[in-house]
C-alpha cells in the first residue's frame, strides 16, 4: 500500500522561501502511469492545486504560483519537494501531497488517489 | 484562476438521496471531461470517491455515484447516512495545464 508523507518546518516568515519535502513508500516515484502532486488548503477554505512533477521529472505548476515555485524529485531517496519563495500570509495553509493516478497516461483523466495527511504551515513573523 | 462552482451547502436526512453539482466551462468540465470527486472529514485528508465521472475506486460505496452533462458533474449520494456528512470538492483539467477544484459543498445530515 502506497503511502504518502509531508515533513518540513512548522513555521516561516514572510518572504523567505516555504520547502516541503513528500516521503513516497512502498510505491516508486520513477515508474508507473502516475504524477507526483502537491496541494493546499488554507483554514477553513477550499482546495488549490499547487503543481506536479511526472515520473520522468517533467514539471507542471499552477499558473498563479508559477513564478515563485518549483518542484523537483530526488528518485534517490523516493521523495519529491516543494519550494515557494517569497511567501506571504496568504500562503499559509495545510499542504498535502498526493499520487495522480493517470489511466491511459491521458493527463486530463488524471485523479488524486492518495494522499498525505498533511502538514500546516504557518507564514508569520 | 476561477475555481468550479458548487453549491455552498447541501442537507438531507438519513435513508434520502442528494445531489452536489459542480459546473464548469467548456475549457474544463465541459471539454476535457473527465471530473473526480473527493470526500473530505474534519481534519482529515481528501479520499476519492469517483474517477472519470462515473467510476468508483474499489472499497468506496456504491451509494456513490457520478455524472455529467454539458458543462456540469453530478455526484450523488443515495440513502444517505450519518458519516456521509462531510465536505465534498469536484476536480476536473482544465485546457492551460492544470487541475482546478470545485468551491466545495458542505454535506449535512439532518
Not at chain 1, 500570509?89 to 491511459?104: G, L, Q, S
Amino acid at each position: 500500500q502506497v503511502q504518502l508523507q509531508e515533513s518540513g518546518p512548522g513555521l516561516v516568515k514572510p518572504s523567505q522561501t516555504l520547502s516541503l519535502t513528500c516521503t513516497v513508500s512502498s510505491g516508486s516515484i520513477s515508474s508507473g502511469s502516475f504524477y507526483w502532486s502537491w496541494i493546499r488548503q488554507p483554514a477553513g477554505k477550499g482546495l488549490e492545486w499547487i503543481g506536479h512533477i511526472s515520473t520522468s521529472g517533467s514539471t507542471t505548476y499552477n499558473p498563479s504560483l508559477k513564478s515563485r515555485l518549483t518542484i523537483s524529485a530526488d528518485t534517490s531517496k523516493n521523495q519529491f519537494s516543494l519550494r515557494l519563495s517569497s511567501v506571504t500570509a496568504a500562503d499559509t495553509a495545510v499542504y498535502y501531497c498526493a499520487r495522480v493516478v493517470v489511466p491511459a497516461a491521458i493527463i486530463n483523466r488524471g485523479a488524486f488517489d492518495i494522499w498525505g495527511q498533511g502538514t500546516m504551515v504557518p507564514v508569520s513573523s | 484562476q476561477s475555481a468550479l462552482t458548487q453549491p455552498a451547502s447541501v442537507s438531507g436526512s438519513p435513508g434520502q438521496s442528494i445531489t452536489i453539482s459542480c459546473t464548469g466551462t467548456s475549457s474544463d468540465v465541459g471539454g476535457y471531461g473527465y471530473v473526480s470527486w473527493y470526500q473530505q472529514h474534519p481534519g482529515k485528508a481528501p479520499k476519492l470517491m469517483i474517477y472519470d465521472v462515473t467510476n468508483r475506486p474499489s472499497g468506496v460505496s456504491n451509494r456513490f455515484s457520478g455524472s455529467k452533462s454539458g458543462n456540469t458533474a453530478s455526484l450523488t449520494i443515495s440513502g444517505l447516512q450519518t458519516e456521509d456528512e462531510a465536505d465534498y470538492y469536484c476536480t476536473a483539467y482544465r485546457s492551460s495545464s492544470f487541475y482546478v477544484f470545485g468551491t466545495g459543498t458542505k454535506v449535512t445530515v439532518l
